[in-house]
């Protein structure tokens, strides 16, 4: 990717515009920093929160891209429960055996019996002729316009009770951990912020803030409720596993 940079600049500036391949967190914050003058990098993965993410380079003085600049198509699946768990490592690694780049679709989004997937139009119609069984499954996938028409969004509303808004503190009382459990799943980089990976265990939550933890799902911060008499915050977050 960071070879890349200066060229997709320079494309941009000289008028074209530029759509890379789907995007992991590292690679979207080196592509961050081609927002100099004159020209604007958006992004898009299909579906809110999203970690992979394709990125459309182009002036700043262009119409920012609509949904199908991106060329993202997304498919959805519904599998039976009942006879085998399908878990992201098992669809993951049925894509994969076809010799396909990883960079070449976005993320796998299972949800109860549900499975999404989210492919770059350049290799749709291979990828989904050709997908195999999955944990010994046939699986029919069908082209939808987005998640949320497919299934009833899984957001879950929860209170917490924490001394203040430091990530470390966020996460270990979400998920009901230890403190110290929370600032080691933060050091081995398995959160990110807005698609950002943070290690920073003392990084001020704010409202509004998207906090990806992976194997897990995401927190968003929606309210601060209160303060205690004991100076806690009392916080309303969303939860989606």
Known sequence: MLNRLND???EALDGKIVLTKFLDLAEISQIKQLEKKGVKVYFEGGYDGAERLRAIVQRCDYEKPNFADYKIKIYGATYNKNYKEIGHRNVLGSLMSLGIERNTFGDIYIVENNIFLF?????????IHNIPNINNQKIDFKQVDNICNFYQNDDT???INVASLRLDAIIAKTLNISRNKAVEIIENKMVS?????????????NIGEIISIRKFGRIIILENVKTTKKDRLVIKIGVKH
């Open 8 to 10: 997709y600049y320079q």
């Open 119 to 127: 492919i770059s139009e350049e290799i749709e119609k291979y990828l």
């Open 157 to 159: 509303t929860k209170i």
């Open 193 to 205: 912020i807005h698609h950002i990976i943070c290690e920073d265990i003392t990084h001020k939550c």
